[in-house]
């Protein structure tokens, strides 16, 4: 009965923790939608198989919120049209790319100005890696049909192929868009942006109280020092904080702080992948990214993290041990 | 049910999670649960979901069965977190992570300022032992501490504290051995005031700082039993 009364704070814990970041990537997601009706800035965005997830990476820096927070603005993003790889790229890098979770790493370790260059670059690679696998699949294969149709919307029908346009006649011309004619589209109104936020922050609440639930349950039958027992070896002890990254999914602006309770005692491998894969794979994300990718390009991104961060750990072993 | 009862559960669920957030932070349930640091976030967000759930009580608007059955079940998750307080066990949440090295979750390695002993918190004291070793530098000081009995299994009882740095699931537990008073069995999850003196034992082959308990009193959970 303790155990479960300790999971339900815990539960408690994450949720009131996460809720107001969510709330504020809501907003940024909505103020975007007013900002720019039909999402016409967003299609203009670079498209370069390189440029586009550098270009979402750097917005991190503009809306520096965390994981939780970047989900409703990656699924803003491509609702509006943006570029696969520059929301993917914002999706997978801002989380760590952002002058908060940045500042935190430089307080949590200012004696390791290693870490305070890896963990920015690892984030950059691992976007990138992940942005590279993830534009293999076909966006009908990638993302949430309801963001799909959404997406859809909001591009030039002569960008659609004619399955997958659901209207107009075969063989006829498309209607000019607003960007060929250079007129803009009308701004919705305040209310209708605030009841789609209102909706949005609900639909996404409801998934983040289920991954908070499973993270308070796996971390409360789940001993941390079973995690940490392989501490001193190199490449289990990247896999055992992995693992741990995954189960405690803590915010990324104050995970620094909490791998300093155990820094010490780990290889610096597996304290550089603590801190890159938490931000994009965890627990209490699981039931988020389901609003923007399907179920296969969820578990594709789960492995492709992981095996890219286990690399990236074992190569920086190989460096400093 | 009606059709303007319906449009209704949108605004409702939205006032729900916004007094979650508010009454958790007047309540002081916040500071059991989240550092200082995140309170007015958090009190703040709720302030705004209410007044976001005024505005869409306003203008209720016409939405799908799939939605409303979403936004009814998001109303019944609000009411059970507004409703079923956390009362975590302090000494189960630590015994599950005795792995981490030290008691850590802390490196802070030295205090800037050090307090006179007498007026030492039980966190100071774990800091301070941390960054000088020694424990016949401590020998015969004053102790006056409170803390959470920690039990864990086949060791004997400390006095402990939670350090937290984000959430509760992040809580890492610092803790002081104790020499208890002979027939006195501390109780897991207890809280106590302790005042006494730092004494030296030999454990495990080493010395090490030990309180020696001369006067014991329960106390209730401080109102803000997190220490940063």
Redesign the interface.
């Known amino acids: 009965m303790?155990?479960l009364?300790?999971a339900?704070?815990?539960f408690?814990?994450?949720?009131?923790?996460a809720?107001?970041f969510l709330?504020?990537g809501v907003?940024i997601s909505g103020l975007t939608r007013w900002l720019t009706p039909g999402g016409l800035w967003l299609q203009q965005l670079p498209r370069q198989p390189l440029l586009a997830p550098l270009t979402g990476a750097a917005m991190g820096f503009a809306l520096p919120a965390c994981e939780c927070g970047n989900v409703p603005v990656a699924r803003r993003l491509l609702a509006g049209g943006a570029p696969i790889g520059t929301a993917l790229g914002f999706l997978f890098a801002a989380p760590v790319l952002n002058p908060i979770v940045l500042a935190s790493t430089w307080a949590a370790f200012p004696d390791q100005p290693w870490l305070l260059a890896a963990r920015p670059l690892a984030a950059l690679l691992l976007a990138l890696a992940l942005t590279a696998l993830l534009q293999q699949l076909s966006e009908s294969q990638l993302l949430e049909p309801g963001l799909l149709a959404e997406r859809r919307l909001n591009q030039p029908l002569h960008k659609l192929g004619l399955l997958e346009r659901r209207s107009g006649l075969i063989g006829a011309t498309p209607p000019p868009t607003p960007a060929a004619t250079g007129t803009t589209a009308t701004r919705a109104d305040l209310?209708s942006v605030?009841?789609h936020?209102?909706?949005e922050?609900?639909?996404l609440?409801?998934l983040l109280?289920l991954g908070c639930a499973i993270?308070?349950l796996v971390?409360?039958l789940l001993?941390?020092?079973?995690?940490?027992?392989v501490g001193g070896t190199p490449t289990l002890s990247v896999l055992g904080l992995m693992l741990m990254a995954v189960v405690?999914?803590?915010?990324s602006s104050?995970?620094a702080?909490?791998a300093?309770?155990?820094?010490?005692?780990i290889t610096p491998g597996a304290l550089l992948a603590f801190l890159v894969l938490g931000p994009v794979v965890d627990l209490k994300l699981l039931g988020l990214f389901g609003v923007v990718l399907r179920p296969r390009a969820i578990a594709l991104t789960a492995a492709g993290a992981s095996l890219t961060v286990l690399l990236i750990g074992q190569w920086v072993n190989l460096l400093l041990l | 049910m009606g059709e303007s009862a319906t449009a209704l559960i949108r605004p409702l669920a939205l006032a729900l999670w916004g007094s979650v957030l508010l009454s958790s932070s007047l309540s002081g349930r916040l500071d059991l649960l989240l550092r200082g640091a995140f309170h007015p976030l958090v009190g703040v967000s709720g302030v705004l979901l209410l007044a976001l759930a005024i505005q869409q009580a306003n203008r209720p608007s016409p939405s799908d069965r799939r939605s409303r059955r979403r936004w009814s079940l998001s109303c019944l998750l609000a009411l059970a977190v507004l409703l079923v307080p956390p009362n975590p066990s302090f000494s189960d949440l630590a015994a599950n992570r005795s792995g981490d090295p030290g008691g850590a979750g802390d490196q802070q390695t030295g205090l800037e300022f050090q307090l006179p002993p007498g007026q030492r918190s039980l966190t100071d004291w774990v800091r301070l032992l941390r960054s000088q070793p020694d424990p016949a530098l401590y020998a015969d000081d004053p102790v006056n501490i409170s803390g959470f009995v920690l039990a864990r299994p086949g060791e004997p009882a400390q006095l402990a504290r939670l350090l937290v740095r984000c959430c509760l699931a992040d809580a890492s537990p610092v803790g002081l051995p104790v020499r208890w008073p002979r027939g006195f069995r501390p109780q897991a999850d207890q809280w106590l005031a302790i005042r006494g003196r730092m004494g030296v034992e030999r454990h495990d082959g080493r010395w090490q700082s030990v309180v020696i308990a001369r006067q014991i009193r329960p106390i209730p959970r401080p109102p803000r039993p997190l220490e940063p």
């Open positions: 303790d155990r009364a300790t339900w704070a815990i408690q814990g994450l949720l009131l923790e809720l107001p709330l504020i907003l209310n605030l009841e936020c209102s909706r922050f609900l639909n609440a409801t109280v993270a308070a971390q409360t001993p941390r020092s079973w995690l940490l027992l405690v999914s803590v915010c104050v995970d702080f909490l300093l309770g155990f820094a010490g005692q």
